[in-house]
């Protein structure tokens, strides 16, 4: 196996003299040929041959990241906003785990707007990019209660869709009766028409209110003076919605008619608080709130990489004229350069030293300053809980990652697992995974938590197996090997676990405990008695309580998922020559066995793979008096 570069310099210095002084992309692979870093540069060699320069000040996670570096390959572009614009696309594609910068956050709301859907819904979410690639996502906001007035408002003023699923076949609900959808069940609009209208209520999350105005005022005159007065008096009501929306949010700087956005941060050891303020027409239209590790890069790089990360998800015209920052940033002409060829326009990006543009930096700075605040209290909160519970287990350091296992059921039916995890003492719901158990000895009437669990260990840590040497390093920072694993119940679920465990030569690389419920009490393996100062109220317990919690959460709701997709089927299960697949279409399509049931002929013979013969054959299965008739 080869050598990495940091310790090969004849290999080394080969390989830079090889990247050429150009604009350009580079790539960084580790021992196993996978992409683990991707930046971009001006001048690539020079760029490249900073990271191997042991003068070279380094963030701890760059420098861990170069110490991997077994090779190194690049891309050369016509220009350094090209490069800006291939490194983002090259990151989505390969997602390096050292350009991971920004934190996903789950306490701050985004908006979304569902273009995949003929009909496109808007809804506030906490989790981004869970649907079509084609919809959009406005955010992450920091103010969520004038989020939510914000959207109220919104639905009020113009005619949206309210419901992601029809209450009624054949008729629209009471939300058109009272003018607050078009009727979009009953396809009363056009798609056509429907995006038009979606398309306004965008420009609002875009800041581009005024805009909106300008054009709904054009309308209103052109309306009154065509003596459509209804029609009028409707544009004039939506004006004073828009004008009343921020009406209190004036920030007093020149130039009320340019766009700008303004970014500052604040920072500990740990975390770093972004905040990005957009003022459109003078007017504070969104406060934007970002995370990011503090080691991940240096302060005015994490600037940098904040904003092209939040530009490569706008739109143009949601791009300001004025960007201002609190840093000088590194690359700010590549920036720069990159944001003028998508807006089609001149942006300018700067530092402003005094006056009003200063204080407004020191604002929004400050803005940043209270959200860390906020942020080391609840991880002095975190870290209190971890050191107690690393005590009350005896580790020889804090436990970084721990998941928590359960098991749910009724009486054996729809037998299932959860794995959660929490990170640092903080959910990290990516890392989430649900199991359907397989054993065959378990189902209706007769249960087994035991064998249920054992399953699911086996399944979690087949591909640890490498691990049962306890000196061989973990391979990389990466690893989803967890510092503590907590069962869900007493003695006898651990015993099962700790036997499987054994198996695969893991005892001595995991520590693994249970948590009872009655008492709240920590069990041991090959300990007949609970763990002495396991108090409930121990901060340690508390943390182990809520893992616990959110396990059982977890379990319970795909539990009750999985038997809602169970009782649909058995209705269809009945109808011969509807087999599985056939089944998940028709339910895709209806979305509950009662929707099918209303359908008429032709609609089902509509669904994919559903012929007219088929059809009838499952519509007469719903109405057999019908049918004798």
């Known amino acids: 196996m080869t050598e990495p570069l940091l310790q090969d310099s004849e290999k080394l210095q080969a390989r830079l003299k090889e990247i050429p002084l150009e604009a350009g992309v580079y790539f960084m692979r580790d021992r196993h040929d996978g992409v683990i870093y991707i930046g971009k540069s001006k001048a690539l060699r020079n760029r490249v041959r900073s990271y191997f320069r042991s003068s070279q000040d380094l963030s701890p996670r760059i420098a861990m990241m170069v110490q991997l570096v077994h090779e190194i390959e690049f891309i050369v572009t016509d220009s350094e906003a090209e490069a800006l614009a291939l490194e983002a696309n090259l990151i989505k594609q390969y997602q390096p785990y050292y350009n991971v910068l920004l934190k996903d956050d789950k306490k701050y709301p985004y908006v979304c707007i569902t273009w995949s859907e003929d009909y496109p819904r808007i809804f506030i979410t906490r989790k981004r990019k869970m649907g079509g690639t084609k919809d959009k996502y406005y955010g992450p906001y920091v103010d969520v209660f004038n989020l939510k007035r914000t959207l109220g408002i919104i639905k009020r003023a113009f005619p949206l869709r309210q419901k992601p699923i029809p209450m009624f076949k054949d008729r629209p609900c009471l939300n058109y009766d009272m003018g607050l959808c078009p009727g979009v069940c009953q396809e009363l609009i056009s798609p056509e028409e429907y995006h038009k209208i979606m398309v306004r209520v965008a420009m609002i999350f875009q800041g581009r209110s005024s805009e909106l105005i300008e054009t709904f005022t054009e309308k209103m005159e052109s309306a009154a003076e065509a003596l459509e007065f209804e029609k009028a008096a409707d544009l004039r009501d939506r004006i004073q919605v828009l004008q009343n929306l921020g009406a209190n949010q004036k920030v007093s700087l020149p130039d009320d008619t340019v766009s700008r956005d303004a970014i500052a941060m604040a920072q500990d050891e740990q975390h770093t608080c972004i905040q990005l303020f957009q003022i459109r027409a003078g007017r504070l239209v969104g406060r934007l709130a970002f995370v990011a590790d503090s080691q991940s890069d240096l302060p005015e790089a994490i600037l940098q990489r904040t904003l092209e990360a939040h530009y490569q998800n706008c739109d143009p015209v949601e791009i300001p004229n004025e960007v201002h920052t609190q840093l000088e940033l590194p690359e700010v002409e590549i920036l720069q350069a990159w944001l ?163 198996k695969l030569g893991l005892r001595d690389r995991l520590t693994v405990i249970s948590l009872a419920k009655k008492r709240e009490e920590i069990f041991l393996p090959e ?49 011969t020559g509807l087999g599985h697949h056939r089944q998940k279409v028709l339910l895709e399509k209806f979305h509950s066995v009662d929707y099918i049931r209303q359908a008429t002929v032709e609609q089902i013979a509509e669904t994919d793979g559903i012929g007219k013969k088929l059809a009838q054959h499952i519509y007469n299965h719903f109405h057999p008096v019908s049918n004798a008739q």
């Open 340 to 502: 003028s060829d998508r807006k089609g326009r001149k942006v300018v990006i700067a530092t402003p030293q005094r006056q009003l543009k200063a204080e407004l930096i020191e604002m929004v700075e400050r803005n940043a300053q209270y959200e860390l605040a906020r942020i080391q209290k609840q991880s002095d909160r975190n870290l209190q809980g971890l050191e107690d519970l690393a005590e009350i287990l005896n580790l020889d350091s804090l436990p970084h990652r721990i998941e928590g296992y359960d098991i749910s059921h009724i009486q054996g039916s729809d037998a299932v697992a959860s794995q959660v995890v929490f990170i640092d003492g903080i959910p990290a719901k990516q890392h989430y995974r649900h199991y359907k158990i397989r054993n065959p000895d378990i189902q209706t009437g007769h249960s087994d938590d035991f064998a249920s669990l054992a399953e699911v260990i086996a399944r979690r840590f087949k591909n640890h197996t490498n691990f049962n040497n306890p000196q061989s390093p973990i391979p990389n920072p990466q690893n989803d090997f967890p510092d503590v694993v907590m069962i869900d119940g007493g003695k006898g679920q651990l015993s099962s676990v700790m036997k499987i465990i054994d």
């Open 527 to 575: 300990q007949s008695e609970p763990l002495i100062g396991g108090d409930p109220e121990r901060a340690g317990v508390q943390v182990l309580r809520r893992l616990r919690d959110e396990a059982h959460r977890f379990a319970i709701t795909f539990h009750r998922k999985k038997r809602s997709q169970r009782m649909q089927r058995s209705h269809l299960d009945q109808i």
